[in-house]
C-alpha cells in the first residue's frame, strides 16, 4: 500500500467517522412523536425517555453520553416493562433504541427498533417512518448493507418527497455504495443534491463514489462544492485534502488538513491527514509530530500505527519502527500491509527467517499482494532457496506480466537452479518491457557466453557497457567474449581495464594471460598467470 492508498483509506474513515452522529441529528432528533397518546407510562418516565433524542450528536464523548443516557434507558425499560397501549410501547422501545444506537449498541438499537415497528402493527404512519430511517442508519453503521438499503429504500418510498428525503438518499447512497453498487450510490447521491443543492453531506459522498471509480477531478469539484457550502465543516475539509494527496497537490492538501483542525482539533483523522500529505512531501519532521498526535487522540487507528513505523525506519530507528507495526498489525490483523512492513523492517535486520515469517502472513490475507511476494522472493533467493524464489516471482509474474524485477529475479532464479534457457528467456522477457535494464543485460550475456554464443554475448556486453562503462565484471565478461571471438587486441583493451577496476580479480588475469598468449606476448602472459596463482583464493565466479 502507498501513501496515497493510505491517504484514500483516510478519507474512507472520514467519510464513516461521525455519520452516526449526522444520520442520527437529522432523523431521530425528531423523535417518534407519540408522547401524547399515553396515558399508562409514568410522566416522569416519558419525559426521561423521550429526551433520548436531545442526544443525537457525535460530539459528547461516549463515557460522558452513557453515563447521561443511562437513566433515560432505565426509564424506557419501565415503559416498556409496563406495557399499556401500543403508542407507549413503540415509544418507549424506539427511544431505547436510539439510546442504544447512540451508545454503538446497534444489535439491541435494531431488536428494539424492530419491535417497535411490530408493536405499531404497520400502517403510514408517521412513527413507522421515523422507526425505518433510524434502523436503517443502525444497520448502516454495522455494515449490513442488504438490510440497510432495505429499510431506507422503504422509507423513501413513504417520504420521497418529504422534507427528510435528501437525508434518507445519502444514507441510502451509503449503503450501496458499501454493497459496491456504485451507479445506484451516484444516483442516490446526485437526486439528493437535487432535493437539497445546498447539502454539503451529499457532495462529500458524491465525491467519494467518484474517488472510488478513479475519477478524481469529478471529485474534487463536489468537495470544492462542499468547502463552499459548509466551511466550518472540519470533515469537508478533510476530504477534499485527501484527494489533494491524491493527485500530488501537497501544499494545498496540508492547508486543508490545517483548516480541518483549526476547526476541529481533537479530529484524528485530520492530523493523521497532515501527517500522510507531510511525510509525502518528505517532511518527516513535521510528520512524525502531526501522527503522534493522531495516535494520542485515537490509539486505535491501525493506519497512524503504520505511517509512524515508517517514520521510524526512515530515521534509522528500526526497532521502534518494527513495534509500531506490531501495533498496527494487532489493531487491524485483517490488513496485509503491517505484516509486510514488518518484513521489510526484518529484512533490513539482516532477518531473514523472521522476514520471510511476516511476508508469508501478508501472503495468507492476500495472495495477491504483489510487493509481498516480489520481496519474500528475494528473501528466498537470498537465502539460497530458489525454488521457492522461482515460485514466488512466477506468482508475481502472472499478476503484472510486465513487472521487470519479478522477470529479472525469476530469471536469477532460475539460473541458480541450472535453468539457463529459462533464465535467458526471462532476462530477454525483462529487455523487452525496459530495453536499458542493466542486470538483465549482464546475466543474459553471461549465459549466452557460457552457452558458446559469443557473438550474442558481447552484443549485450556492448549495451551494458554504454549504460555504465565503468563495472569491473561487465568489462571482464566482454573480455572473455572477445577472446572466444579471436578479437585478442580488444579483449586485452577490456581485461586491462577491468582489472584497473578490480585489481583483485583473478580471473581477469588469467583471461588477460591467454590473449597475451595468443598474441606471443609471452612473457606478460607469464606475468598475468603468476598474479592469477597469487590471488587465486579470492577469485571470482568469472559473472
Known sequence: MTWRDDAAAVRDATRWRGSLGRILAAFAAASLGLAGLSHAADREDRILCGGVSDFASASTPRQVLAERLQPAIEACTRMVSDGGRAGDLSNGLGDRALAYQL??????????????????????????????????????????????????????????????????????????????????ALASFTQAMTLNPASATAAVDRAAVYLNRGEEDLALADLDQAVRQAPGNADVWVSRGAILVRKGRLEEAVS???????????????????????????????????????????????????????????????????????????LDPANPQPFKLSGDAALAEGDRDEAIAQYSRALALDPKMLSALNNRGVTYLGKGRSAAAEADFTAAIALAPGDVSALVNRGLARQDQGNAEGAIADFSAALQVGPGVLEALRHRAFLEQQAGRSAAARADYDRAITLDAHDADTLRGRGVAELSLKAYEAAIGDLTAAIALNGKDATAYRFRADAYAATNQNKLALSDLDAAHRLAGDTPDGK
Open 256 to 330: 486543508d488538513f490545517s483548516a480541518a483542525i483549526q476547526r476541529r482539533p481533537g479530529d484524528a483523522p485530520a492530523w493523521l491527514g497532515r501527517a500522510f500529505a507531510e511525510d509525502a512531501k518528505q517532511d518527516h519532521a513535521a510528520a512524525e509530530p502531526d501522527v503522534r498526535q493522531a495516535i494520542k487522540l485515537d490509539p486505535a487507528s491501525a493506519q497512524a500505527h503504520q505511517l509512524l513505523g515508517q517514520l521510524l525506519q526512515a530515521r534509522g530507528d528500526r526497532a521502534g519502527g518494527s513495534a509500531e507495526f506490531g501495533e498496527a498489525a494487532r
Open 103 to 184: 451508545l454503538g449498541q446497534y444489535d439491541h438499537a435494531i431488536q428494539d427498533y424492530s419491535a417497535a415497528l411490530k408493536a405499531l402493527g404497520g400502517g403510514d404512519h408517521e412513527a413507522a417512518l421515523v422507526l425505518l430511517r433510524n434502523r436503517g442508519a443502525a444497520y448502516l453503521q454495522m455494515r449490513d448493507w442488504p438490510n440497510a438499503v432495505a429499510d431506507l429504500s422503504e422509507a423513501l418510498a413513504r417520504d420521497h418527497k418529504g422534507p427528510g428525503a435528501d437525508r434518507i438518499l445519502v444514507s441510502l447512497g451509503a449503503a450501496y455504495f458499501g454493497e459496491g453498487q456504485r451507479d445506484k
